[in-house]
């Protein structure tokens, strides 16, 4: 690995030096690293101070970022800025000119296994740096990855673009909600007294009388394997759309069943704020709170109530523990909410459900795009496909006929 640029073993700041802490460099620990995502969102930053105090540490961009301890060995990001690592990642910034970075990221995602395999310590699986320095990788000639390294970036682009008009669309669906039921500007508000913020028709009511917790338990031998698992490392902070899971042949534990359009709210320290809405069923982690509207027209009014920054403080608040804050339903249920009626709430329903349903289209998209692409990439990298007389550009004419062909709801 060390030939393939300086290798960097991350270091956390000092909880005596706060002053290093800020909001300018992308601080990277496990837990940020997505499992199928290039990049990574963070929950802290460094100052200029803390990054200046740790220059030897420091991450240029296109560097790639691997996790090698504790149970998400394996799990992959690169930068797109200056940033800094914590001590459980070892990083790769690729010599310029012998090998390309992209490549240098790619090849990465496929090392899981081996460094299990080198991993030390019975408790909690360990490769420290030298141990990951001397890993070998089989590479091809610098214009080779650089092939390799194009045609994968090309599905990473079209899958990123795809999250990005999801989040578009979240913000529409979102924005519509703020409008109508925070701002009170809905349809024919101009005509409707309002008496103590309270419009003539709606109602204040208990959230409990909006929606139900299921609490549907499964034991572990009783999962099927290839079922869809979501742990809480895979809920998105502040997204409401769900687009990474594992197996269920990977939990150690029971777990709680949903279903397709049930609500997620991640109960372990709520102020991070993972609140989706599920585009499928599956089995969940126990520290999950599981929702579903008692009638199909509170269901969008449902999700960005409990999605709303003042939910997630109330929720906050309120949590047990001091640790683990945990979320506790039985206070939230209590919580009241001015509830419109029910033909407003049925009209914002049938826009939510039409914006959803084109979200859900997009994430079934990007999945067949993640499964080519890694089916792809274990090709490329083994020469079972070679690139040396491929032509792998990708101009902008060819991007919408590409994504079109890939896309298997295209012709729905």
Request: glycine share 6%; charged share 25%.
């Amino acid at each position: 690995m060390d030939q393939l640029g300086r290798i960097v073993t991350g270091k956390t700041p000092s909880s005596e030096r706060p002053e290093e802490f800020g909001d300018k460099y992308p601080f990277i620990t496990p837990s940020d690293i997505p499992a199928t995502k290039k990049h990574v969102q963070v929950e802290r930053y460094l100052s200029e101070r803390g990054l200046e105090r740790h220059r030897k540490n420091q991450l240029p961009s296109k560097t790639t970022c691997v996790v090698c301890i504790g149970a998400t060995v394996g799990k992959v990001c690169m930068t797109h800025e200056t940033s800094v690592s914590n001590q459980q990642i070892n990083s790769i910034i690729p010599t310029k000119g012998e090998y390309d970075a992209d490549f240098v990221y790619y090849i990465s995602t496929t090392l899981r296994d081996a460094l299990m395999a080198f991993a030390s310590g019975a408790a909690t699986p360990i490769v420290n740096k030298s141990t990951f320095s001397s890993i070998k990788l089989l590479v091809p000639e610098y214009e080779a990855q650089r092939k390799i390294a194009a045609i994968l970036s090309g599905y990473d682009d079209l899958i990123e673009n795809n999250r990005l008009r999801i989040a578009l669309l979240q913000r529409l669906s979102e924005e519509i909600y703020r409008e109508w039921f925070v701002r009170l500007r809905f349809p024919g508000h101009n005509k409707v007294k309002v008496v103590k913020g309270v419009p003539s028709g709606w109602k204040v009511r208990p959230l409990g009388s909006l929606a139900a917790e299921i609490k549907r338990g499964i034991k572990k031998r009783d999962l099927a394997d290839d079922m869809k698992y979501i742990g809480l490392e895979h809920i998105p902070r502040r997204s409401i759309a769900l687009d990474e899971w594992t197996t269920a042949d990977t939990v150690q534990s029971d777990k709680l069943l949903f279903e397709e359009r049930d609500i997620l709210f991640g109960k372990i320290r709520p102020y991070l704020h993972k609140v989706v809405i599920a585009s499928f069923g599956g089995a969940c982690s126990s520290d999950t709170i599981v929702l579903r509207p008692k009638e199909k027209c509170y269901e969008g009014y449902l999700l960005f109530t409990v999605f709303s920054d003042t939910f997630v403080e109330l929720a906050t608040v309120a949590s047990k523990g001091t640790k683990m804050p945990r979320a506790d339903w039985n206070f939230l249920q209590r919580l009241e909410v001015v509830v419109p009626h029910e033909k407003l709430l049925e009209r914002y329903q049938t826009q939510f459900d039409n914006i959803f349903r084109h979200i859900a289209k997009l994430l079934r998209t990007n999945e067949f795009l993640l499964t080519s692409r890694v089916l792809l990439l274990s090709r490329l990298m083994s020469g079972k496909i070679p690139v040396k007389n491929l032509n792998v550009k990708f101009p902008p004419s060819m991007v919408k006929e590409f994504s079109q062909k890939l896309d298997p709801t295209s012709h729905a």
